[in-house]
């Protein structure tokens, strides 16, 4: 099963992606997929981590996801941003390259026997990217968001901390 939450920055993505996921079970995944290349973002790793309890296993993983020994287990993936960010900077900012590239992730992934809840951010609601690489991965992005949207169960948009189901 693949669930779609996705939303604004701060918008409480996480919160409820790993609320749903402890839920499910007392023991869930909870893979990261950003590359720390700040001591700012530093921080909101570190945020993010002492958020998590024990029962939480954590993995970092930039790719190849499908690969994780996930069998069977409640798994929240965060976040498409960060994971399309490996793509987009390993295929030097090629956006056909970068979303074949996460779609076969994508494919891969519901193949395995396991519950996803896959966070994204919407881009396209923020302002317009200064920038003709931000535009770029502002397109990928939605690109991307659409394609998981798609494969998923179930989709969910958070505003303000809370659900709004757009697919159930």
Same mark, same amino acid.
């Given at each position: 099963?693949?669930?779609?939450?996705?939303?604004?920055?701060?918008?409480?993505?996480?919160?409820?992606?790993?609320?749903?996921? @402890? *839920?499910?079970?007392?023991?869930?995944?909870?893979? /990261? $997929?950003?590359? #720390?290349?700040?001591?700012?973002?530093?921080?909101?790793?570190?945020?993010?981590?002492?958020?998590?309890?024990?029962?939480?296993?954590?993995?970092?993983?930039?790719?190849?996801?499908?690969?994780?020994?996930?069998?069977?287990?409640?798994?929240?993936?965060?976040?498409?941003?960060?994971?399309?960010?490996?793509?987009?900077?390993?295929?030097?900012?090629?956006?056909?390259?970068?979303?074949?590239?996460?779609? @076969? *992730?994508?494919?891969?992934?519901?193949?395995?026997? /396991? $519950?996803?809840? #896959?966070?994204?951010?919407?881009?396209?609601?923020?302002?317009?990217?200064?920038?003709?690489?931000?535009?770029?991965?502002?397109?990928?992005?939605?690109?991307?968001?659409?394609?998981?949207?798609?494969?998923?169960?179930?989709?969910?948009?958070?505003?303000?901390?809370?659900?709004?189901?757009?697919?159930?």
């Amino acid at each position: 099963m693949l669930v779609f939450i996705t939303g604004g920055v701060r918008s409480g993505k996480s919160a409820y992606a790993m609320k749903r996921a @402890k *839920e499910l079970t007392l023991e869930p995944v909870y893979i /990261a $997929t950003a590359k #720390i290349w700040d001591e700012d973002f530093q921080k909101r790793v570190r945020r993010h981590q002492d958020e998590r309890g024990p029962e939480w296993t954590s993995i970092e993983a930039y790719r190849d996801l499908h690969l994780l020994p996930l069998e069977g287990r409640v798994v929240v993936i965060d976040c498409v941003t960060l994971w399309l960010t490996n793509f987009f900077m390993e295929r030097e900012n090629d956006i056909d390259l970068s979303l074949s590239d996460f779609k @076969k *992730e994508i494919d891969k992934l519901v193949l395995v026997d /396991a $519950t996803f809840m #896959i966070i994204s951010n919407e881009l396209g609601m923020g302002m317009h990217a200064d920038t003709e690489v931000g535009r770029k991965f502002a397109d990928l992005q939605g690109w991307a968001n659409q394609y998981v949207a798609d494969k998923s169960s179930e989709a969910v948009f958070m505003v303000s901390g809370l659900p709004m189901f757009l697919k159930k």
